[in-house]
C-alpha cells in the first residue's frame, strides 16, 4: 500500500498559470480546422470597398443622363413616353 504523492500547491498555481496560455494539443487541429475554412472564404474587399461602390455611381450618372433625355424628349414629341410603354406592353 504506497501512498500516492500529493502535488504541492506550488505545482497547482503553476499548471493554473499555464493553462490558458498554451493550447492542449488536441485542441491545435480543431483551430487549423477553423483557419483552413477562413481562408477558404473568398477576400470581398476589393469588390464590396471598390467595384460595387464604382458600378453604383456610374449607374446613377447613368440614369440620372436617362432621365433627362426622356425629359427631353417628351418636351419635344409629347406621348412619347406612353407610346413607349405601350410597345413594351404589346410585346
Not at 483552413?36 to 453604383?56: G, K, N, R, Y
Request: charged content about 30%; overall charge negative.
Amino acid at each position: 500500500n504506497r501512498k500516492q504523492r500529493e502535488p504541492s500547491e506550488e505545482s497547482e498555481e503553476y499548471d493554473s498559470h499555464y493553462v490558458d496560455e498554451y493550447p492542449h494539443p488536441s485542441s491545435i487541429p480543431d483551430k487549423m480546422q477553423n483557419l483552413q475554412i477562413e481562408e477558404e472564404l473568398p477576400d470581398t474587399t476589393m469588390l464590396d470597398s471598390v467595384v460595387l461602390p464604382a458600378i453604383a455611381s456610374v449607374a446613377r450618372i447613368a440614369l440620372s443622363a436617362l432621365q433627362r433625355a426622356f425629359t427631353e424628349a417628351e418636351r419635344i414629341i409629347p406621348g412619347v413616353s406612353l407610346e413607349l410603354v405601350n410597345e413594351i406592353v404589346d410585346s
